[in-house]
């Protein structure tokens, strides 16, 4: 049944193709400028952001910016991805940074934390590359009451808040994933790594957004609601806000480096 539906929900224009295909990503980011509701949100997430990367010297890194357009509002961003695809500056894998010590002054990314297979390796080189003051910025799936029941059953990637390692088996650079991963590290965990990382210091982390992203379809299904109903929405979430670590889908974690 649950499989049933999710192929009835799955978005016709990367149906065809497997996730870890590049071809997917590259059709993903024309479902998000034409899913207009979807595209408010991630309008919504990239100006949080922007606003969160520091002033002064060093560049800013996005991962994973296959299907997005986060350069329209951080001047002089650095794009990169996994593999390749159109309009990227760098292909590489972030466990293994091509930056000097000290080079960045901010590494920012949406969905793709849960995505890296050992995150002490990549917190390592986050360490490494960011200068002080430098900030981790990040948008990830986050577990409450709400998104267990979601993520378990309706999408496509591994949900697993019981896993006791903060890495997962390699698999494909999308299809191997845990979606719970940011909140294991971040919320779980935040003793462990504030002990790993005594560099760093986890300024934010707030749980958000129940239902606005399901609703658009995402980048992975069908839009459910038209872009009309996006203020409605939002009003529904923010009476909900005092209840946020119960209903939230995602979280905006803000990291930085001392």
Known sequence: M???????????????????????????????ESNRFLWRIYDEWYRAIADSVPLGPGGAL???????????YIPGLITSEIFTCPNLQIVLDARRLPFADAALKAIVMVDVFHHIPDSRSFLEEARRCLRPGGRLVMIEPWVSTWSRRIYTNLHH?????????????????????????????F???????????????????????????????????????PAATFGLW?????????????????????????
């Open 2 to 32: 649950i499989g049933a539906i999710r192929k009835l929900l799955a978005h016709p224009d990367t149906l065809d193709l497997s996730i870890d295909d590049p071809r997917t990503t590259e059709r993903r980011q024309g479902i998000i």
């Open 234 to 258: 939002r009003g529904i979430e923010s009476m909900l806000g005092p209840w946020r670590q119960h209903w939230s889908m995602f979280a905006f974690v803000q990291v930085e480096r001392h």
């Open 62 to 72: 996005e991962l994973g910016s296959g299907a997005g357009f986060l350069t329209r």
């Open 157 to 185: 990637e591994p949900f697993l808040p019981e896993a006791k390692e903060w890495s997962f088996p390699e698999r494909g650079p999308l299809s191997g994933a845990n979606g719970a991963l940011p909140w294991i590290v």
């Open 187 to 225: 919320e779980r965990d935040r003793r462990e790594f504030e002990s790993r990382f005594p560099e760093f210091t986890i300024q934010t982390v707030r749980p958000f957004m129940p239902f606005r992203y399901l609703v658009s379809g995402g980048v992975s299904m069908r839009q459910l609601m």
